[in-house]
């Protein structure tokens, strides 16, 4: 006799399957764990047969990174168009921090670390790299986000070989003082606007100082002398994840600057300056052991993890101005 599946066995199988995506989306939120630069790279340059010289650990910290990426668990969610990716936001705005200091640190690289002077002439490796992780983050449909990324690494491990290959003089990693500073200042500016965006969770008036300090200062359009600035409870998990994630990437790739910059630091005696960061940064990374980001007033009864981590991030952005201007004295 044929069975028929009844309303009542619809509902089960409709709730398991959603217990099962629930568990999974669970699953592929579980944040990769830090590593450290040095040792990878050391492991890496013994197994290829590669000398350990200037810009090999950073650009290993680049390349692990970006891989992580790809392949933590779950794979690369933020261009997912099927459940239960498709409903998850947590990670795909970690995800996006994390790529948006990749895409600083290879512009860096590309700009600045490879190159002598202004009138230099590019590395090809990393002209080739550093416009394909630009590529839309949320690009599925071919050519995929993923794609694009993994041909970025693939540029950067023929960049990181020719550092040690004595026959290719083109392939140069230049740890200059003036380079890492330039490199400090972007960071700044990120780590600036995640300070801010964190700090308005609660709401705050804040008083129009674009133009302070410079008495013949112009901008495009006028703006109030008071904002008022809230960020909206939509966003709230997605800025706090998106700093997140953006501060778990910087912290290996300073970890590759305290390696590869050594010499330059020592001689600026700024090393512990590096390393307060880094410890700044670290803390950025602790477990948050409630389901969800709390946004509690200022001095209330719950907590507010947005200006938590907008304070950590806030103290490694001081520390790194002070770094920044150690850099610049003689």
Do not use: C
């Amino acid at each position: 006799m044929k069975q028929y599946l009844t309303p009542k066995w619809l509902l089960s199988f409709a709730v398991i399957f959603i217990l099962l995506l629930w568990i999974l989306s669970i699953f592929w939120s579980v944040e990769p764990d830090t590593f450290e630069p040095f040792a990878i790279a050391n492991q890496q340059a013994e197994a290829n047969q590669e000398r350990l010289v200037p810009g090999y650990t950073i650009t290993t910290s680049l390349i692990v990174v970006s891989e992580t990426l790809l392949n933590k668990s779950g794979g690369y969610l933020s261009n997912d168009v099927i459940p239960p990716s498709v409903m998850m936001d947590n990670m795909p705005s970690w995800e996006f921090g994390a790529l948006e200091m990749v895409r600083d640190l290879a512009l860096a690289m590309r700009k600045d670390f490879s190159r002598s002077q202004s009138q230099s002439v590019e590395n090809t490796f990393l002209t080739k790299a550093q416009p394909l992780f630009n590529n839309d983050s949320l690009s599925w449909i071919l050519p995929s986000a993923e794609s694009k990324y993994q041909e970025g690494i693939d540029n950067l491990y023929k960049y990181r070989s020719s550092l040690s290959d004595t026959t290719q003089q083109q392939g140069q990693f230049y740890a200059r003082a003036d380079n890492l500073r330039d490199f400090l200042k972007q960071i700044e500016k990120r780590l600036g606007s995640f300070s801010q965006r964190l700090s308005v969770s609660v709401g705050q008036e804040r008083l129009d100082t674009n133009l302070a300090g410079d008495a013949q200062a112009l901008q495009s359009t006028p703006s109030a002398n008071k904002q008022s600035e809230k960020t909206s409870w939509w966003q709230l998990d997605d800025n706090f994840y998106e700093a997140r994630g953006a501060s778990w990437a910087l912290l290996h790739f300073l970890k590759g600057v305290e390696v590869d910059f050594a010499d330059v630091l020592e001689k600026k005696n700024a090393k512990v300056s590096l390393q307060q960061i880094i410890r700044e940064l670290e803390a950025t990374q602790e477990s948050l052991w409630s389901p969800i980001v709390l946004n509690g007033s200022g001095f209330g009864m719950l907590a507010n993890h947005s200006l938590v981590m907008a304070n950590y991030i806030s103290r490694a952005n001081a520390a790194l101005i002070e770094l920044s201007e150690l850099l610049n004295q003689g």
